[in-house]
């Protein structure tokens, strides 16, 4: 069973910055990894995914320009630099594994997830 971990989350002020990490068991790290967020009442949403090799991401287009998904294939390690923070990031952040390409934007097509970590950006 893979297994993934998070960390990172907390409070923030708008316009600044946090980044948060997903520790990933060996399994769950030879596939695409992604990251999503649910604020209250809404939708859990894609926010970015990386490909195995981590030469390809894509990115939501509410945080393109402002967060950066990277990995570290040694550490088995995923990681989202979040700058510029607006309220409006608010939400429960998690990582996943997708067997599928880096589009993959739906969560149906993740297989693996965490438990997710809190991000709070206050205006």
């Known amino acids: 069973q893979a297994q993934l971990v998070e960390s990172g989350g907390g409070l923030a002020q708008a316009g600044g910055s946090l980044r948060l990490s997903c520790a990933a068991s060996r399994r769950a790290f030879s596939y695409t990894m992604g990251w999503f967020r649910q604020a209250p009442g809404k939708e859990r949403e894609f926010v970015a995914s990386?490909?195995?090799?981590?030469?390809?991401?894509n990115y939501a287009d509410s945080v393109k320009g402002r967060f950066t998904i990277s990995r570290d294939n040694g550490k088995n390690t995923v990681y989202l630099q979040m700058n510029s923070l607006k309220p409006e990031d608010t939400a429960v952040y998690s990582c996943?594994?997708?067997?599928?390409?880096?589009?993959?934007?739906?969560?149906?097509?993740?297989?693996?997830w965490g438990q997710g970590t809190q991000v709070t950006v206050s205006s």
């Open positions: 996943a594994a997708s067997a599928l390409g880096y589009r993959a934007t739906r969560k149906e097509e993740y297989a693996y």
């Open positions: 990386i490909s195995w090799s981590g030469g390809s991401t």
